[in-house]
């Protein structure tokens, strides 16, 4: 795998969120498998340069230096299937894209499907100035930028 640092801006990236959090005995074993994946990860027969890692026991990222191989539809289908993967061993959904992820303090985070997440903002629990989590982003650069940033701010200020 490589250093996530030494890939560039313009990776690609893709974010999958679970909607609820991994324990620590979870992420690690998460871990070691997108480790290997990554490692083994091939397009064309040629190795993918990428990083795979979670973040606040709750995220799966890959990212990938397209300029060095870009992964061939089949290569994005095995990276899938791995997701798929973990749903399953770890009794998750990793696809539920209106399930909406919410910083609670520096270190926690929370999800909540968007009626609940509406509630939250009606009662003023969350509000604009809430970090959330913006898993559209499709480049390191952005992950580094967009991906955590005020609900005021994100498209789920539509949702609430």
């Known amino acids: 795998m490589v250093d996530y640092n030494q890939l560039p801006a313009n990776s690609r990236v893709w974010v999958y969120q679970s909607n609820q959090a991994f ?3 979870q992420t ?8 290997h994946f990554v490692a083994q990860w091939q397009s064309h027969g040629a190795p993918v340069k990428a990083w795979a890692g979670i973040r606040y026991n709750r995220f799966v990222i890959f990212v990938v230096d397209e300029e060095h191989e870009a992964p061939s539809g089949c290569s994005i289908d095995s990276s899938v299937a791995i997701i798929k993967d973990i749903e399953q061993k ?18 926690t ?5 968007r009626e609940d997440f509406s509630d939250l903002y009606s009662a003023n629990k969350i509000d604009d100035n ?14 580094e930028s967009k991906w ?5 701010t994100s498209w789920h200020a539509n949702m609430v």
């Open 109 to 113: 985070v929370k999800s909540a499907d």
């Open 130 to 143: 809430t970090t959330v989590f913006n898993n559209l982003v499709n480049t390191k650069a952005d992950l």
């Open 90 to 107: 770890m009794s998750v959904n990793m696809f539920d894209r209106l399930n909406f992820a919410y910083k609670v303090d520096a270190s």
């Open 28 to 35: 690690q074993e998460i871990q070691q498998n997108l480790k």
């Open 23 to 25: 324990s620590d005995t």
């Open 148 to 152: 955590e940033i005020p609900l005021g």
